[in-house]
């Protein structure tokens, strides 16, 4: 049971069907290598618009976050956590996930993706500490 | 790039600001509200409607667009409208490109408004209506995360982590918009509060308290674009609009620093077009959404170095009498929330000098902001001049 289930779209589509097999991949440049999330068409370093799905480590650093107290999503269990980090693989990247360790966060923390899966279809990327 | 500019500085002015009430359940449509605000405008400038052919606003598919107020008003051919999609990020661009038809000759006389039912029937950010359809929302409503205010929370806590900004800075500035309010008739919220109230104040998304965040406001205003010779022949001292300034920004899902806005990159531009600089900036209108983001546009902005946002609003500077007055009507916070209309509308009123109790002694030249590109990636702004 998702609230607010995801509405891939046409450029996205085959990254959430990975996601639900917890495959972590982004795209990566046919020309100059850049990775890039979300996805898009073009890379944005280069311009080219050949490229290839890459898996990548899914893991990042917490770059801050949120405790929610205000009921933002419908029969959450409150307050709930949301993360911000910073992938790892990708320049300049930040992602969003719940949080999952069973501490606060820590500011600049390594962490990795823990999977949540919703449906066949359909998992989340949450996050939890890589030291427990 | 180099750019060819125009004669564009102090070519155009505004000439008059208009308001409905401030109010949380205004009752009747926005079509209404604009109308209202939009010949509350005009009899400000001593206009009437048959002066007008041009229509501008700014909305989300929450308001009613020129094709709706011009014949609502009886205007049936406009020569220019800009019908312009986005949120408070655009509300500056908006009053600049109804400034570039009017240099370019395309229009004489143009209004723009923002006519808004936030709390009434369109509430902002996934309480109230469904989640928008912008691609990047994906990737963070199934976390829970939908709303400004949850945004604008986590921007301000990697700034707490990276320069020490803390929870007593956010609360001064609160306080100071707040005895502001207390000599603005207009606003909302005019009981003075303390530094103990707003940390008192209930958690909405931690780092922020109830006191962090705006209003959600139901009302309209409305500013008149026209000539700066034709202003000078109206009711009201023309306020000259010395620059106008769009663009900058990333997205939430790609910035090398979170605690940096669009605002950095805009401003050099936008001042180089004044021909002025931050020091020369008598009272600044900053888009305050939430605390953070007047703390972040202070530094953005030049009025501070990077990082020292907080103490320099928690050092009284820009207080009434301090030497920055900001968000001398009490802001969103305070006021009322206008989508960046009513920052731009106090701004014409400081340097016509009818502010009345909050009126900033002597004020010259004012900057007036739009949200600073966190939720749409860009912003604006303009500087306003006496003339
Ligand atoms: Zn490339």
Not at chain 2, 100 to 117: D, H, K, S
Not at chain 2, 309 to 320: D, M
Not at chain 2, 325 to 330: A, E, I, L, M, S
Not at chain 2, 365 to 380: D, F, H, K, N
Request: charged fraction near 20%.
């Amino acid at each position: 049971m998702v609230v607010y289930r995801p509405e891939p779209d046409r450029d996205s589509r085959e990254w959430w069907e990975r996601i639900a097999r917890h495959e972590f991949a982004v795209q990566c440049c046919d020309a100059c290598g850049t990775t890039r999330f979300p996805a898009r068409a073009f890379c944005p370093a280069c311009r080219t618009e050949a490229w290839h799905w890459q898996e990548v480590d899914p893991e990042g650093r917490v770059e801050s976050w949120i405790v929610n107290h205000q009921p933002f999503m419908p029969g959450a269990r409150e307050p709930y956590v949301v993360v911000m980090v910073r992938l790892a693989a990708v320049p300049g990247c930040v992602v969003y996930g719940n949080w999952h360790g069973r501490r606060p966060p820590e500011p600049g923390e390594r962490v990795r993706a823990s999977y949540s899966r919703i449906d066949e279809s359909l998992s989340l990327v949450n996050w939890e500490p890589v030291d427990g | 790039m180099a750019k060819r500019l125009l004669d564009f500085r102090d070519a155009t002015a505004i000439a008059g600001v208009g308001y409905t009430p401030f109010t949380r359940d205004s009752g009747v449509s926005t079509l209404t509200l604009a109308c209202r605000a939009v010949l509350a405008a005009l009899d400000d400038a001593g206009l009437t409607a048959d002066d007008v052919d041009g229509l501008a606003t700014h909305r989300v598919g929450d308001s009613a667009p020129p094709t709706l107020v011009g014949p609502a008003l009886g205007l049936t051919d406009l020569s220019w409208h800009l019908d312009q999609f986005g949120g408070g990020s655009v509300s500056h661009a908006v009053v600049g490109q109804a400034a570039l038809a009017v240099a370019a000759g395309l229009a004489e006389t143009v209004v723009c408004y923002r006519a808004i039912n936030a709390r009434s029937e369109f509430r902002m950010g996934g309480t109230g209506r469904g989640v928008p359809a912008s691609p990047e929302v994906q990737y963070q409503a199934p976390y829970g995360y939908v709303a400004p205010p949850q945004q604008y929370a986590m921007y301000a806590r990697a700034h707490m982590l990276k320069y020490g900004t803390k929870a007593e800075h956010f609360g001064q500035l609160a306080v100071t918009q707040r005895a502001n309010a207390a000599k603005n008739p207009r606003a909302l919220m005019r009981t003075p509060i303390t530094l103990d109230d707003y940390l008192a104040s209930r958690w909405i998304a931690e780092p922020f308290r109830l006191l962090d965040c705006c209003l959600e406001t139901d009302g309209a205003c409305a500013v008149v674009v026209t000539t700066a010779e034709r202003a000078r022949s109206l009711h009201r001292p023309p306020v000259l609009i010395s620059a106008a300034a769009w663009g900058g920004g990333t997205s939430h899902l790609s910035c090398e620093d979170p605690a940096v806005t669009a605002a950095a990159e805009l401003a050099p531009r936008l001042y180089a077009q004044a021909g002025l600089g931050p020091g020369d900036v008598d009272v600044a209108e900053i888009y305050d959404c939430f605390t953070y983001s007047v703390i972040v546009q202070l530094e953005d902005y030049g009025f501070c170095a990077k990082g020292e946002g907080g103490p320099y609003v928690a050092s009284g500077a820009t207080a009434l009498d301090g030497p920055l007055p900001v968000n001398t009507h009490g802001g969103f916070l305070s006021e009322g929330y206008v989508h960046g209309v009513n920052h731009i509308a106090e701004a014409v009123s400081q340097l016509r000098g009818d502010a009345g109790d909050r009126q900033v002694p002597g004020a010259e030249v004012a900057l007036s902001t739009a949200q600073p590109g966190y939720i749409l990636p860009a912003t604006s702004a303009l500087i306003l001049r006496r003339a």
